[in-house]
């Protein structure tokens, strides 16, 4: 343990006196700081995007919203179908009838899936039906505390359904509507022309 003696302590009152009244240092930020203490220091990017990567991704993206307005009429169909369904959904939340529930599931479900419909060569309505029940069953649990397992039978068959008719037409599914080869040309610009570092 260290002892301090009284000149200790003077020197110590000393030196603060003597420091009293006079102006602080202002220390100045290190070079590239941003402004905001703490903020962190982002690197820039030196030069211009690569011509090559910004012509992937308008390609990528013209073909995207080609396809895009094709599925307009399944869009159409699925608002249908989910106004309908949310005509359900509202009264019987509101009123609280759980037989209300079961066709705004089913229809919420099938809306979901007619839109997909054409890029998914139909699995999608299975897939889409199988949510729809499995909705039915989830607020059926959590909201009227009805026990009820029987949304979750179908469920289960419309989805395995599903999955046979996918993996049969596999090849189909993902030509249908070619809507990967834009995402790969967008991603592979955006690689290209603003995240690889230049050689």
């Not at 869009?75 to 529930?101: D, N, P, Q």
């Not at 090849?171 to 834009?182: E, N, Q």
């Amino acid at each position: 343990m260290t002892d301090y003696t009284e000149q200790d302590t003077e020197r110590a009152r000393a030196a603060e006196r003597n420091s009293a009244g006079m102006e602080t240092q202002h220390l100045s930020l290190p070079s590239g700081a941003a402004s905001g203490y703490g903020a962190p220091v982002l690197p820039q990017i030196s030069g211009q995007p690569n011509r090559l990567g910004m012509a992937l991704i308008a390609i990528g993206a013209l073909m995207l919203l080609g396809r895009m307005f094709s599925l307009q009429l399944e869009i159409e169909g699925g608002l249908i179908l989910m106004t309908i369904a949310s005509v359900f959904y509202f009264f019987g939340l509101w009123k609280r009838i759980y037989g209300l529930i079961i066709p705004a599931g089913i229809l919420a479900g099938l809306s979901l899936g007619v839109t997909f419909a054409d890029l998914t060569d139909g699995v999608s309505v299975l897939w889409g039906l199988a949510l729809g029940f499995l909705s039915v069953y989830g607020l059926g649990v959590t909201l009227f505390n009805k026990r009820h397992s029987w949304p979750v039978i179908p469920a289960a068959i419309l989805f395995a359904v599903g999955m046979i008719v996918f993996i049969a037409n596999f090849a189909s599914v993902l030509g249908a509507g070619l809507i990967w080869m834009p995402l790969l040309l967008i991603g592979a610009g955006l690689y290209l022309g603003f995240i690889r570092k230049p050689a």
